[in-house]
């Protein structure tokens, strides 16, 4: 069973920069496309960034050019690197991971995805 654990939210007034962290265990890290998904106050959980086992990132509109996502593998961790932080990014962080033997497959949609961390909420104040 594979088990997956966010990091690194806060409270952070609007411009600043964040860093959230992923470490899964209980299963190959490289086996899985990942990604982040965010919940706000009364909304869906929409995706924010994934990435495929090969590397190959894909933004939602709203933080593509802020937001970067990439992976360490050798570590078991997977990274959000967000910066320029807007009040509208307040949520709660969950990272994913999906199954899948394809080296450059992801999905946008949360329903794919296999394994889930307990979130991690991101505040910024304006």
């Known amino acids: 069973q594979v088990q997956v654990v966010e990091s690194g939210g806060g409270l952070v007034q609007v411009g600043d920069s964040l860093r959230l962290s992923c470490t899964t265990s209980?299963?190959?890290?490289?086996?899985?496309?990942m990604g982040w998904f965010r919940q706000a106050p009364g909304k869906e959980r929409e995706f924010a960034a994934v990435?495929?086992?090969?590397?190959?990132?894909s933004y939602t509109d709203s933080v593509r050019g802020r937001f970067t996502i990439y992976r360490d593998n050798a570590k078991n961790t997977l990274f959000l690197q967000m910066h320029s932080l807007k009040p509208e990014d307040t949520a709660v962080y969950y990272c994913?991971?999906?199954?899948?033997?394809?080296?450059?497959?992801?999905?946008?949609?949360?329903?794919?995805?296999?394994?889930w961390g307990q979130g991690t909420q991101v505040t910024v104040s304006s």
């Open positions: 994913a991971a999906k199954t899948t033997t394809d080296l450059f497959e992801f999905s946008h949609f949360a329903r794919d995805y296999n394994y």
């Open positions: 209980g299963g190959a890290p490289r086996d899985y496309a």
């Open positions: 990435i495929s086992r090969a590397g190959r990132p």
